[in-house]
Structures are given as C-alpha cells and as structure tokens.
C-alpha cells in the first residue's frame, strides 16, 4: 500500500498573489505651470539685470523676443514627438513668466513701475492710477487698517489688498513701497495669467485653456493696472466654474470663496459689470439644477468666505459712506467714454478674433455649456454700459461703464478659442480628412508668438527703430502709444533727491509726444522732508497739504485733500474738504493758524504751494471754479517757512 499522505502533502499552501502597485500619478497640466513658473518667474528678473539691458537700445530690447522665438521653437520640437498635458502646462508656465520677462527689461534702468501719471499745468505729477496705487503702498509701511491712500486718516474705496502687499512687503524688507511697484506689477500680470490657465484647464480641454490667457493678455493688459488684468483674468473662468454648470462640476465652495474674496479685495470692478451676465448664469443653473437645496448651500458658503475675507475692507468703507461720503470719483469724462462700444466690429488688434468669437458663441449657445454663459456675461456687460450711459447723461455719475469693452474682449477672446477648438476638427470629419498630429502643436506654437509678440510690441518704451546712417538703428517714437509711453515715463520721472534714472535722456525726445508742453520740473520732496523733520521731529505722518500728490508716493503723510476732484473717494468727502479749504483761505493772518489747526476735518501741519506771483496757490483739477485756492504769505508768519526750490513754498505749524 501506498503510504498516507502527510498533513503538509493534504493541504499544499495556496500562493499569494501581489496586487499590482498601483502606478504614481503624474502631475497634471496645472501641476506643471505652476513648477515652470516658480522656477522661470526667478530667471526673468535676474537675466535683464545680469545682461544689464538698456530698453532704448535695439539689440537689448530685443531680449524678450528671443526667449520668446527661441522658447516656442523648442516646446514645438518637443511637442512634435511628445504631446500631452504636462508640455502644455510647461508652455502655460513659461508663457507667464515671459510676460514678467518684457515687464522687467522694459522698467530696467529705473526704480519706477509703469507711470500712468498726468500733467497740471507743466509739471508731470504722479496724480494717474499708478501714483495713486504708489500712494497706497506707501500708506501701508505705517498703516494697518484699510486707508486712502492720500488722506489717510479714512477708509478706502479702491480695494487695497495689491497695495497693501506691497507696502507690507518694502517694510519688512526697508526699502521704499514706489521702489516696488514694477516688480509688483511684473509679478501680478505674470500671476494672473498662470492663475486664468489653473482655472479654464479645469473645465475646458488644457490646448485652449493655454491660449486663452495669453491672448486675453494681449488684449486687455496695462502693466499700469496689473491688479485690473489679474481681476479679469481669474474672474471669467472663476464664474464658469462655480456658477455655471461645467462637466466637470463646480470648484469646492472653499476655493471658490477664496477667489471671489481675492477679486473683491483686488479689484471688483468687472464684478459690477458682468453682475447681471451672472445672474443670468445663475437663474438658467438654478432651473436646470436637480439639487437646489445642494445649490444653495453651496452658493451661501461661497458668498460666507468671500465676506469674511473682504470684510476688513468692505465694512469700513460702506460704514464711512453711510455717514456722509461723497462719490465723486466716477464722474471723471474719460475719452473713451464717446468710443465705439462694439469692438468687436473694428479691425485694429485682436477685433476680428472678438468677431469670430461672438459669431462662435452664438453658434454653440445651445450646444455646448460655456457658449451660453460667455454670452451672457456679453449681454450682461453691455447692458450695464446702456444703464450706465443713461445714468451719466442725467447725473454725470457714469459707473466707469468705458471699461466694460476689456471683460467682453475676455469673454469673446475665450469663445473665439473654444469655438475654433470645437469647429475644426468637426469640419475636418465631415470632409472625412484626419488633422495631422502635429497640426495643433505648430497653431499653439504660432497664437503664442502672436500673442507674446503683440504684448511687447504694446509694453516697451520702444518698440520700433529707424535706419539711421551714423548711428544705426535709433527710436522711432512715432509709433509708440498709450502704453509704450507709460513705460517711457518710469525712466522720465525724477527721483526724490531731484535725479533722474539711468536711461532718463532717451526718453527727452518723447516728452513732447507724450505731453504736449513737454516740460519736467523736479518736486523737491528730500528738500521738503529735510524741513519737515527738522521742525517736527516727532511726527511721522504729518497733515499735509500739498499742491503735487507726489509727495504722497515718497512720504507716508496724512494729506488733506488730494488734487484731483474726480480721482478721490467718497469717504475722503473731497467737495466737503474743497469748501473748508476756500474758507480757510479767507481767513486773515491774525487768525489763519488757528483756524489751519481747527478746521472741520482736523488739523493741517504742512503746507506744500506753488509760488504764483506775490502769493502761493494751491490748484484743484476738475474742480468747481474757482479751482485755484490763493494763500497770502502773511498768512503764514506763525509758520516755518521756506523756499526749498522749484517754484515751492513750504510751510511748517511748530509743534
């Protein structure tokens, strides 16, 4: 017999399968632009100082155009063999740090940001949009609290969140705040495009989302006004995400909450004009939602962080207008308030891509589920400008509605995108003809150089040079703009000491362009703070009242009412305080400090004048006639006073 099988032989061990390893994810689109842009956004500050470029000398200024030509020559080889997500979001990274890279070599040489100042009567002050900003950001070395950035003893209404990070910023590293303002805005135009890509990647395919962004930037960025692009830019496909009703489902109420919190404190301008765009978008979602409670729950978390964020902005201003403020500063007649409204229709720029957009937007309103809400924010947008058009001509209060053309040049840019993305391959089946693999790489590669080609073209200080035969190429500066001449005037400007940048005497020849007077005259604010401190050494923040709102970029001072009637705030209570100083300058001289110490909005300390005659003046722009206040120098006898050059009277209130 047969021995009997052992208890090991009866029941043989079963072998243990290894699960397979579950294999690593790679990193997505978004995942990769945000690594290429931490790693170019560092390169394209150091490169323009390390190659020491001068933006008014061909050779140099042409630097961006290389990066830009040589970069998209190797993301189309690449391309070629390996598509995917990840080369995009490489291309969507380096694209954005391009645009910090044309930033920088157009401010290189000068410590100024984009200048979008103005002149009263021959003297070129910081008085534009970027002073006031500058202004801002010098509030906030000293303030904590939301603040004007003149009188800054009250709230602000411009949202402060880009000042104050800059402000914050130069006090922990001690420089001055304006010293700041380019790299700010280098920064914040190269962030905003990475953030519009993060975004429409999320719900549209990655191709598009990596020319929409750029393309929006092509057409809608003032360097001047970063924060105004990095708004737009997050804004359009924040609402599709959240109250649209995208494929993919809408962002968590969190990070919702927090871009919507950020748009307010940023700039919430365009949120006024698209609002009733996006109520649409939110009626036609709620009706089609079968979870309308889940909706609604999800809209007042939203609505929850976005107010908890903003709140230390937003309570203190309406708080401030409730007890008395005056809104004055949109009543400003900007030429562009008589211009075509329909861009779409003109062929200057990107207008016939604004066309195709609209032509593909209605195309696909019924089919695809951003056609819809794109078209709506357009409506909604051009509605508000009809409201707001009216409401000018009754009251001259216009809304600011000659900016709604940037959000609808957005919305069109971004369909005309999605429309060609939709439409081509569609037609190319219907012939039954197959698109060649590496026919979208060889278009991205093109709209990129179109788009980076036509922002550096817009951005630099100079943009075209003429044969010349002694000399070479030199500045053609006839066909420079609007915002070549904003990047002109950073190296115009004078410095507080009275000197100039590096590059300043290459821009002499634009000054007549630019302005027609043509005349720089220096403030001497080193001059006047010397003084100041040397009467009062304890006060940091003196009230001042000073006829150039330059001082108030270069000194953190209170000042008592800013120079320009239709760029102050309404808690500031501008016409309130134009009253007040017409009084005060009727007062005699027996009983001027006195009556300087004690008016209805406090004290003022120092007085900053332009000599005029056998007096000084102090000259409101846009103001009710008359606009010059006149001051009598007897006034000023129980005052420190002093001549401190340039045509400018000092006075100082002892303390």
């Not at 632009?33 to 140099?60: M, Y």
């Not at 991205?444 to 003429?466: C, D, I, K, S």
Request: hydrophobic share 50%; glycine share 10%; proline share 7%.
């Amino acid at each position: 017999m047969p021995p009997e099988p052992t208890a090991v032989e009866a029941a043989p061990a079963t072998p243990v399968e290894t699960p397979p390893a579950t294999p690593r994810r790679a990193p997505g689109p978004a995942l990769t632009a945000a690594a290429v842009w931490a790693v170019g956004l560092p390169l394209a500050f150091w490169l323009p100082s390390r190659l020491d470029v001068d933006p008014f000398v061909q050779r140099s200024a042409d630097l961006p155009l290389a990066v830009l030509l040589g970069g998209t020559l190797l993301l189309t080889v690449v391309g070629l063999r390996h598509r995917g997500g990840r080369l995009i979001g490489a291309a969507a990274g380096a694209h954005a740090a391009y645009t910090a890279l044309v930033v920088r070599c157009a401010l290189s040489g000068t410590p100024f940001g984009y200048s979008g100042f103005s002149a009263a009567g021959d003297r070129v002050s910081v008085m534009g949009d970027a002073g006031r900003i500058a202004a801002m950001a010098t509030r906030y070395t000293v303030n904590w609290k939301s603040s004007d950035g003149i009188v800054g003893t009250v709230p602000s209404e411009y949202p402060p969140l880009y000042p104050y990070l800059i402000g914050k910023t130069a006090w922990l590293l001690d420089v001055p705040a304006w010293r700041l303002l380019g790299a700010a805005q280098a920064v914040t135009l190269s962030l905003g495009l990475l953030l519009a890509f993060v975004l429409w990647a999320r719900i549209v395919p990655a191709g598009a989302a990596l020319l929409i962004g750029p393309l929006v930037l092509a057409a809608c960025a003032e360097p001047a006004k970063a924060y105004e692009f990095f708004t737009l830019a997050v804004l359009v496909p924040l609402v599709l995400n959240t109250v649209a009703r995208p494929e993919r489902g809408r962002l968590h109420w969190a990070w919702a909450g927090l871009g919507y919190g950020l748009v307010v404190l940023v700039y919430y301008g365009y949120v006024v004009f698209l609002a009733i765009g996006v109520a649409a978008i939110g009626r036609r979602a709620w009706r089609s939602e079968p979870d309308r409670r889940g909706l609604l729950l999800y809209l007042a978390k939203t609505t929850a962080v976005t107010a908890v964020l903003s709140s230390w902005f937003v309570v203190p201003y309406l708080w401030a207008m409730l007890r008395g403020g005056q809104q004055v500063g949109d009543m400003y007649s900007s030429a562009e308030a008589s211009g075509n409204p329909l861009t779409f229709l003109q062929f200057a720029g990107l207008g016939p891509v604004q066309f195709l957009g609209l032509l593909a937007l209605l195309w696909y309103a019924r089919t695809r589920w951003w056609a819809w809400s794109l078209l709506a924010m357009v409506g909604g947008a051009y509605a508000y400008l009809a409201l707001s058009m009216v409401r000018w001509v009754l009251t001259a209060h216009n809304g600011l509605f000659y900016y709604v053309r940037l959000p609808v040049a957005a919305c069109l840019i971004a369909g005309a995108v999605l429309g060609v993305r939709e439409a081509v391959p569609a037609l190319a089946e219907r012939r039954g003809r197959l698109l060649a693999p590496w026919a979208g790489v060889l278009a991205a590669g093109l709209a990129a150089v179109f788009a980076g080609y036509g922002f550096w073209t817009a951005n630099m200080p100079v943009n075209r040079w003429e044969d010349h035969l002694g000399y070479g190429s030199v500045p053609d500066y006839t066909r420079t703009k609007r915002f070549n001449w904003e990047a002109a005037r950073a190296h115009a400007m004078f410095l507080p000491d009275g000197s100039r940048p590096e590059h300043a005497a290459a821009t002499d020849p634009l000054l007549p362009v630019m302005r027609r007077e043509g005349r720089l005259r220096a403030l001497p604010v080193d001059a006047i703070r010397r003084m100041v401190e040397q009467v009062r050494p304890r006060d940091r923040t003196p009230s001042t009242l000073s006829y150039d709102e330059q001082v108030f970029v270069f000194l953190p001072w209170n000042g008592y009412l800013g120079v320009d009637r239709v760029a102050a705030y309404g808690p500031t209570r501008w016409p309130d305080r134009f009253a007040e100083l017409r009084k005060l300058a009727g007062t005699g001289p027996s009983g001027f400090a006195a009556a300087s110490a004690r008016t209805r909005f406090g004290s003022i300390d120092v007085f900053v004048l332009e000599k005029d005659g056998a007096g000084v003046v102090w000259r409101g722009i846009q103001a009710p006639a008359p606009s010059d206040v006149r001051f009598d120098y007897a006034q000023f006898k129980d005052f420190v006073t002093r001549d401190v050059g340039n045509g400018t009277f000092v006075a100082v209130r002892r303390p």
